[in-house]
């Protein structure tokens, strides 16, 4: 079976882990919120056995080029996902963490994204490249989930000031509560990932552990507004609507270098 066949397969699994889960919302049958965690678990073990499949015959890390970078990232939310309603026993967010997740495989497999697997330029031939994309990637997808929770959040606090929500709802506080836990699991995978190893990286191919580079500097901008978030919750007591509105823009501002930076600005990233 090619990596092709195997990606295939893990979409067509995430959609229907998401129409479960999304199935599981309306009728309030919480078995099937627990069969839509199953069905995700299976698409994470076939969407592993791509990447790794795609690792073996291109012999190099799997997220070098964008569709590679694509379909890892997606795996590294659905990982993310996979642990915080394992821990937690929450399915509501579920369906709207996969529609990320989709959206990143959809976006991958459009042709807009060259599939073949080229040789890596010079700088992308070392180990760091593993340690600095992988973690980042990692918390990037933690940051993910945040950003699900904590848009649930203030729709749900509304509802709680109107009076208007069920015993079937997830409270406010839960959900401020777990979003509070994926940015805490995130930031530092994402400080080690990005900015670290990121760091050494840069020094060992090009000379400087910085530079102000695009990328670098948008990768900072979104390590301050999750310091931000942590600074505020921890030191100054913030929670709620204030937390969930960091944690959003945190959110966004990682979408912003992930995307916005490759696709906008140019830079020593700009071979990724």
Known sequence: MTEGTLFLVTFILY????????ASLFTRKDKLGRIGYGIVIGGLIIHTAALLLRTFESGHAPFTNMYESLSFLAWSGVLAWVII???FKIHKPGPYVLLIVIALMALASSPLMPKEATPLVPA??????????????????????AFVTSIMYLFASTKEKKGAASSTSISADRLDSISYRCVAIGFPLFTLGGLVFGMIWAYRAWGSYWSWDPKEVWSLITWF?????????????????????IAIIGFLAALFTYFGVNYLLSGLHSYA
Do not use: C, N, P
């Open 124 to 145: 992308l031939q070392s180990y760091w490249l593993w340690l600095h994309v992988s973690v980042t990637m990692l918390g990037e997808a933690f940051f993910a989930v």
């Open 85 to 87: 309603d394992g821990k």
């Open 15 to 22: 959609i229907a882990a998401a129409l479960t889960y999304f």
């Open 225 to 245: 507004v999750f310091a931000l978030y942590l600074h505020t919750r921890l030191v100054m007591g913030w929670k709620g609507k204030r937390s969930a509105v």
